[in-house]
């Protein structure tokens, strides 16, 4: 199965923000809902934003959103914390295990 590519991540400082971008095949992205996920270290990995849904920890700082025409999914993230550190991915939701990319790496820190 051909997986979805994350990217975008990076090193910012607390307050800032980053765009992160998902390219999915077509042949999930128009019929299937998407997500963001996030795993923190020492954690498990969690559903953060998808389609009606965003985890408390992230409402009102992270908006999902996509461009059917490119089949790329979004995450604006803004007013990073520390705490939002972790690797990024996108998959359907509920996730396929077969569907898992390589995620992006985002590291908030001073």
């Known amino acids: 199965q051909v997986q979805v590519v994350e990217s975008g991540g990076g090193l910012v400082q607390p307050g800032g923000s980053l765009r992160l971008s998902c390219a999915a095949p077509n042949t999930i992205f128009n019929i299937y809902h998407m997500g963001w996920f996030r795993q923190a270290p020492g954690k498990e990995r969690e559903l953060v934003a998808g389609?009606?849904y965003y985890a408390d920890s992230v409402k009102g700082r992270f908006t999902i959103s996509r461009d059917g025409a490119k089949n790329l999914l979004y995450l604006q993230m803004s007013n990073l914390k520390p705490e939002d550190t972790g690797v990024y991915y996108c998959n359907l939701v509920p996730p396929d295990n077969n569907r898992w990319g390589r995620g992006t790496q985002v590291t908030v820190s001073s």
């Open positions: 389609v009606r």
